[in-house]
């Protein structure tokens, strides 16, 4: 048979393709449509769709008796999830911040007395790169088994340059050894770290000289632009820098408190502009018509207890492109889990089951620039692709707190199998 599938996936429930938005993210009314196909089918071949369609079409197109076929009869597959804001790399762990902030610490005061971010750094520089990825690893096993199948992974807890390229080549040996795509973004100016706590402007040089090392090995860079971290113009020096350098651009804004993040994304092109639980009115309209992609962390406000969800209605209204992910971190979001965030975003930011998948697939691919090759099932891209013990796509967001995914196929190979990981 002419260019014989590796593997057929047939009599599939529902086949969300989220098919038609590689060249640009889905905004408004594209969020409601996945691209449903009933009785779907796949077929991969090294590695990438060949075929997508309806079983029958599929019958009717190869020889399913001298090809591998796998049956799933009844079940939802989509688009591996893309979790396209994650902090995965670190030591140690906050569990006593957990419990101070429950008792009625708030999360600038713990970090005044030395806590937070500054907690994570001390338990980070304590560690080998090999102790760094074996932890990271079984964080990304984690991931897997839930259905994430690409993942971004910052820098920023180092906050100098030894520790900030220990942690990024500890990224790059996963890169090589796990299965998930992973794409490393610099954050060296994460937070002020405390040996040059007065006298940040000081430490914003230095990152902007860690930039040329750091490029070596990260894609994306990234600032922490918001109240307790660093403010307009240093924001801007360290983009500018890494702009000149050939960074992709990416930014934390308006986690805390709005200081001008929004318009500096605009102004240096910046890929996606992260977290935004304080965004206005007016900055929505600075973003409106914009590349830049929006990725909402509602995990995040809700295990801070703050109640300042991003306004995910008021910026789909308003044409924004939306992404989700988990900010998976030790301090403020301790959840690896995409499928929890789905349920989030419909229940603490209106956004329905659909708009929450689009945003967690191929918004998120938009968000890393990698929408070319993954976030939607589509002929001749990467077969990244889950199928959830569910029969209707809505049942995602509905059973919360369960996880869905039965299977993982990742680059055509099945990887997680019945629940299980694929030896």
Do not use: W
């Not at 259905?147 to 996963?174: A, F, H, P, R, W």
């Not at 860079?221 to 820098?241: H, I, M, R, Y």
């Not at 000149?244 to 651009?249: H, I, S, T, W, Y």
């Amino acid at each position: 048979m002419e260019n014989k599938p590796d593997i057929i996936i047939y009599h599939i429930g529902q086949l969300l393709t989220i098919r038609g938005a590689t060249q640009k993210p889905k905004i408004s009314g594209q969020m409601d449509d996945l691209g449903i196909i009933e009785d779907g089918a796949v077929a991969i071949k090294d590695g990438n769709f060949i075929h997508v369609s309806t079983t029958e079409e599929m019958r009717n197109r190869y020889e399913f008796g001298i090809t591998k076929t796998l049956d799933a009869s009844g079940k939802v597959a989509l688009p591996g999830f893309i979790d396209c804001h994650t902090h995965a790399i670190f030591g140690g762990n906050r569990t006593a911040e957990f419990v101070e902030r429950i008792k009625g610490t708030t999360y600038h005061e713990i970090l005044k007395k030395g806590g937070g971010i500054l907690n994570t750094v001390n338990s980070t520089r304590k560690l080998t790169s090999e102790e760094l990825t074996i932890l990271t690893k079984n964080h990304l096993d984690t991931m897997l088994l839930h259905g994430t199948t690409t993942v971004e992974i910052k820098s920023g807890y180092g906050l100098d340059l030894m520790n900030e390229i220990k942690i990024l080549k500890s990224i790059q040996k996963l890169k090589k050894t796990h299965c998930m795509d992973i794409v490393p973004t610099f954050l060296g100016a994460h937070t002020i770290p405390v040996e040059y706590k007065y006298d940040p402007d000081v430490y914003v040089n230095l990152v902007c000289n860690m930039l040329p090392f750091a490029r070596e090995y990260a894609v994306f860079c990234d600032v922490f632009c918001d109240e307790g971290a660093f403010n307009a113009q240093q924001t801007e020096k360290v983009l500018q820098t890494a702009k000149n350098l050939g960074f992709q651009l990416k930014l934390h804004s308006n986690e805390f408190k709005n200081i001008g993040g929004v318009q500096i994304a605009v102004k240096y092109d910046a890929v996606s502009v992260e977290h935004l639980d304080h965004i206005t009115s007016q900055e929505i309209d600075t973003l409106s018509g914009s590349a830049v992609v929006c990725v909402l962390l509602p995990g995040v406000p809700l295990f801070l207890m703050n109640n300042t969800y991003a306004p995910a209605k008021e910026m789909l209204d308003n044409g924004l492109a939306i992404a989700l992910a988990t900010d998976f971190n030790p301090g403020t979001c301790p959840c690896l889990n995409m499928q929890i965030m789905i349920t989030l975003a419909s229940l603490t930011m209106s956004m329905t089951p659909s708009q929450s998948i689009n945003a967690a697939t191929i918004n998120a691919a938009h968000a890393l620039s990698m929408a070319h090759l993954i976030g939607s099932i589509e002929e001749g891209k990467q077969a990244d692709m889950i199928i959830l013990d569910i029969d209707d796509y809505q049942q995602l967001s509905y059973y919360f707190g369960i996880n869905h995914v039965q299977t993982v196929i990742k680059k055509g190979k099945l990887v997680v199998d019945n629940k299980i990981p694929v030896k």
